[in-house]
């Protein structure tokens, strides 16, 4: 037996319709409980969007290089991939690096940025 796929589209209604078209909604969770099988209110109230880029103001390529270089610095990979002065003050001023015995070593916020 062949069986034809379906297109459609889910209708939301009650509580999460309101609070999905709400600007202010990013701060409103809704307990997982009440959520039920609506797959959108389910992401909704993960809390998905709320993740902080660091890198946000930046270019896209600077951002790609203090990712690959916040990756060098946690794989200890300084010998062969050098940080530049430029690209280590950049990422101290973020709350990324800090120095310790003169190499620098990610904080809480690095890790963070990598995951």
Partial sequence: MHVKAATFLPIISGPFAESLNDPQASSQLVPLGEIGTNPLAAAYACGMTETKNPFAHLSLEKS??????????????????????????TLRELGLVEMKSDLPVLTEAGHEALD
């Fill in 64 to 89: 790609i290089a203090l990712r690959w270089t916040l990756r060098d610095i946690k794989a200890k990979r300084l010998v062969l991939s050098p940080v530049s002065d430029e690209d280590l003050a």
